[in-house]
């Protein structure tokens, strides 16, 4: 199936959903997260959930790493570059919905791309052989572009795995893990 297929597709799965189905698969999908083998890290990129998108609710991912004493990343997207800055999650961080509901950081200690060591990677769909849709501007692909080799890479789905991306380019860069709320995926 193509990008576009799988975006209309599973924009619609989400929708059906209703809010506390979301919250209980983002619950199953944070206790599976726990059993990766990722947790010795320091530097984790989050998302903040846009809850009209019905995304993971990510909630229960920041209360895991806050648990584990980890260093929080969360970005601000610049919409005309379609480029990411990235800022340490504090107890002052003041958090704004950007105009299409992103939650992001109104300023910040900047960390840079190359510090992070586990991106989460939000997604609407992912096949078995570790290739995403995400919403189709190339954020995360220009970022994870910029991070370090070694950097991990994390999607997480309220679904499972869909049949075979047919239309991948050289610039779309490839999940090491996909969790879902009945299982991990390792690529």
């Not at 300023?107 to 510090?115: M, Q, R």
């Not at 849709?133 to 370090?148: H, P, Q």
């Not at 869909?162 to 860069?173: H, R, Y």
Request: aromatic residues 10%; glycine residues 4%; contains cysteine.
């Amino acid at each position: 199936m193509r990008k576009t297929e799988l975006r209309k597709i599973y924009k619609e799965k989400r929708g059906e959903l209703i809010a506390s189905q979301v919250d209980e698969l983002s619950l199953q999908l944070a206790n599976k997260l726990l059993t990766l083998p990722i947790w010795e890290h320091t530097y984790y990129h989050l998302f903040l959930t846009i809850e009209e998108q019905k995304e993971v609710q990510t909630d229960y991912i920041l209360h895991i790493l806050h648990a584990k004493d980890k260093e929080i990343v969360i970005s601000k997207s610049d919409f005309t570059s379609y480029e990411m800055t990235n800022y340490l999650l504090t107890d002052t961080t003041k958090i704004k919905k950007n105009n299409y509901n992103i939650p992001e950081p109104v300023d910040g200690i900047e960390v840079p791309h190359n510090k992070i060591d586990v991106v989460f990677i939000p997604l609407l769909a992912f096949d078995t052989l570790g290739n995403r849709v995400g919403y189709g501007k190339g954020f995360y692909d220009r970022m994870l572009g910029k991070c370090s080799e070694n950097t991990l890479k994390v999607g997480i789905s309220l679904f499972e795995a869909a049949p075979i991306i047919e239309d991948v380019t050289t610039n779309d860069i490839k999940l090491d893990y996909c969790v879902t709320p009945q299982k991990v995926y390792s690529f």
